[in-house]
């Protein structure tokens, strides 16, 4: 078991034991309701909730009031889209945002379209996973109420432009919501620089714990109102009613509290290695893409397609490597990933790209060990692939009329 | 999702993996699936003149159960009568090596395949194809 190398943290990241001694007391000794005033339980766990919410609000420039708890970023994409078009709705009801999405996003969207309540453009990538800042400016409308372009890909790693877009949303006096969930605590976020009015964030992806995130809601120029979606006791300002997580909400204040600290290091770090490995996988086997910008794009994030070498069929030769595929046959669709197919990535290609996702307890020797593995495996692959034999003998794979059932 | 022993097994270890040269006489060539839908199998037989499979070879493009499938396929025709492998069903492939719901099309395409090359081989024998579904029919 020990042998066994994690590199997929775009899908999870194990929790820094930092993060967890931070959190232990308030399961067991500093256990109170953070609602309840009227006790010192309460104000002890009141306490660590509101310190929480300054690490937080100080790693994305915030103001720690503009924070709301939720159980993640999908509950976050959720609140700030359907809020958005239940507040606003008498300003409009158009929504811009893209393909590349996570699903978080874009199942919202086609709900909020199937049941009328809005109209959504998807605005198409190019070949590097970019948005046209002139599409962009072209699709708002005077019913433009929101624009929800994420921070960093899932699965691509990419980096829009959130700057540029700020500006455009500021200038055309519509909101701007950001799924930061894969950028917070990897690369600088600043959500007054950037002109970011609602964002979205979760603890899992930054070495926190599962079920907690934020939505940050900005409070002054503009002040942001929602409707809120789940009623109740009236935490959060009622933006978001429940009793507060505080073990969650400690840990993820630590999280980002640590992210902060160590960002810079980090992240340089994370590019050499994420660097050392493409260079390794990429200059020792042919026939390999890299999907994605070369350079906008996270620094932990590697995604290359490894043609003729079907990507579930990889992943089972990496046996004790966890890495992830944008094949169809590790999906519930059955469907290669939209993603890569947004930037023009064709199916068959698709279907042999896979994700290595290196974090912060990646080594050295694990990248070296990785990149060893995966250049063995699509070797022998590839030997047992009649699309590569059929490549070598000079048959174009892409005009061959292949019996299709 | 979690493989059965079977399926590793022929992975690990695929069986007649390679090649045959596709015009010699006594091979017949199945070519089934496409890139783009993630799968291809290329599926030979080497067939003696009174039509009994002497060997087999295949090479896949696809998951671990389509790898595992073809290279169950290729024991499984050894030594057997052409007609006799025609008949092969995918459900006995599901079965054999306890394929989940989600991997049934890597049996079907096993099938297709051993079908396609058996067919190839008739062709280039002069054979009639409709003949053959008569017969197994
Ligand atoms: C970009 C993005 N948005 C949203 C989510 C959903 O996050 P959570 O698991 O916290 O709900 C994820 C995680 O998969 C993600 O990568």
């Known amino acids: 078991m020990s042998n066994r190398i994690y590199m997929d943290n775009h899908a999870t990241t194990p929790m820094d034991q930092r993060v967890l001694d931070a959190m232990l007391p308030y399961f067991t000794e500093k256990y109170g309701n953070s609602g309840s005033r009227n006790h010192a339980f309460g104000w002890e766990a009141e306490a660590g909730v509101d310190q929480a919410r300054e690490r937080i609000a100080k790693l994305i420039n915030a103001k720690p009031k503009e924070i709301i708890f939720t159980s993640g970023a999908t509950e976050s994409d959720n609140i700030a889209l359907k809020s958005v078009v239940e507040f606003y709705r008498e300003k409009g009801n158009h929504i811009i945002t893209a393909t590349t999405e996570h699903k978080a996003i874009l199942d919202v969207c086609k709900s909020l379209e199937r049941k009328g309540l809005a109209e959504v453009t998807y605005l198409p990538v190019d070949k590097q996973g970019l948005i046209d800042l002139d599409q962009l400016r072209a699709a708002i409308t005077d019913k433009t109420i929101l624009i929800s372009i994420m921070h960093a890909n899932n699965e691509i790693g990419v980096i829009q432009p959130i700057h540029e877009i700020g500006k455009i949303a500021k200038e055309k006096g519509v909101l701007f919501h950001s799924d930061a969930t894969q950028g917070v605590g990897k690369v600088p976020v600043d959500v007054e620089a950037m002109g970011i009015d609602l964002m979205s964030f979760s603890g899992h992806k930054m070495y926190g714990p599962k079920g907690i995130g934020g939505l940050y809601v900005r409070a002054r120029n503009p002040r942001v109102r929602l409707s809120p979606m789940i009623e109740g006791g009236g935490q959060e300002r009622g933006m978001r009613s429940g009793t507060l997580n505080v073990p969650g909400i400690v840990g993820l204040g630590r999280a980002c509290e640590l992210a902060g600290e160590e960002m810079q290091e980090e992240s340089a770090r994370l590019l050499r290695l994420r660097e050392r490995l493409r260079k390794a996988l990429m200059d020792d086997l042919g026939d390999t893409y890299l999907n994605g910008h070369p350079t906008e794009r996270l620094p932990g994030n590697l995604n290359i397609s490894f043609e003729f070498v079907e990507g579930e069929s990889l992943l089972m030769g990496l046996k004790d490597i966890a890495v992830s595929s944008g094949s169809a046959c590790t999906s519930a669709t059955l469907e290669p990933s939209y993603v890569l197919k947004a930037l023009g990535v064709g199916d068959e290609l698709a279907h042999t790209s896979i994700r290595f996702g290196l974090g912060r307890f990646n080594t050295e020797e694990e990248v070296d060990r990785v990149a060893e593995r995966v250049v063995s495996e699509v070797t022998r692959l590839r030997e047992m692939s009649p699309l590569y034999e059929m490549a070598k003998e000079g048959i174009d794979l892409k005009s061959y009329n292949w019996a299709r059932d | ?137």
């Open chain 2, 1 to 137: 999702m979690a493989y059965s022993d079977k399926v590793i097994d022929h992975y690990e270890n695929p069986r007649n993996v390679g090649s045959f040269d596709k015009e010699e006489q006594d091979v017949g060539t199945g070519i089934v699936g496409a890139p783009e839908c993630g799968d291809v199998m290329k599926l030979q037989l080497k067939i003696t003149d009174a039509g009994v499979i002497e060997d087999a070879r295949f090479k896949t493009f696809g998951c671990g159960s389509a790898i595992a499938s073809s290279s169950y396929v290729t024991e499984l025709v050894k030594g057997r009568k052409v007609e006799e492998a025609y008949a092969i069903k995918n459900t006995q492939i599901v079965e054999d090596l306890n394929l989940p719901p989600v991997k049934i099309h890597c049996s079907v395409l096993a099938e297709d395949a051993i079908k396609a090359a058996v067919s190839d081989w008739r062709k280039r024998k002069g054979l009639d194809d409709e003949d053959q579904d008569k017969k197994v029919g």
